[in-house]
């Protein structure tokens, strides 16, 4: 069975930091890329970063570059978010997602499987 475990978020104030994690199971990171995804109130499900083991492909958002690092443990079969220098623009609910070996351009229609979201608030 598939399953993408998220976790991580919380209450943070304006420039701080915070870090998600992504559990994968049924599945290696050497099969499928892991995409974050954030949703804000009122606002459509956006991209935010990719990372794909197999093509030693990174990818970020525009809006979070320099700022948000993602990384992965192969042993742990997790993907990380680390996220610094919040704004309360990045207020949002975070998703993972999984996509079969390289990042799309943070395509929808291109995840495979989805983790349950996350809360991230940012305070200013």
């Known amino acids: 069975e598939v399953q993408l475990v998220v976790s991580g978020g919380g209450l943070v104030q304006t420039g701080g930091s915070l870090r998600l994690s992504c559990a994968a199971s049924?599945?290696?990171?050497?099969?499928?890329?892991i995409a974050w995804f954030r949703q804000a109130p009122g606002k459509e499900r956006e991209g935010v970063a990719c990372?794909?083991?197999?093509?030693?492909?990174?990818d970020y958002a525009d809006s979070v570059k320099g700022r948000f690092t993602i990384s992965s443990d192969v042993a742990k079969n997790t993907v990380y978010l680390q996220m610094n220098r919040l704004k309360p623009e990045d207020t949002a609910v975070y998703y993972c997602?999984?996509?079969?070996?390289?990042?799309?351009?943070?395509?929808?229609?291109?995840?495979?499987?989805w983790g349950a979201g996350t809360l991230v608030t940012v305070s200013s």
């Open positions: 997602a999984a996509e079969r070996l390289s990042c799309s351009n943070f395509s929808f229609y291109a995840m495979d499987y």
């Open positions: 990372i794909s083991t197999a093509f030693d492909k990174i």
């Open positions: 049924g599945f290696t990171l050497a099969e499928y890329a």
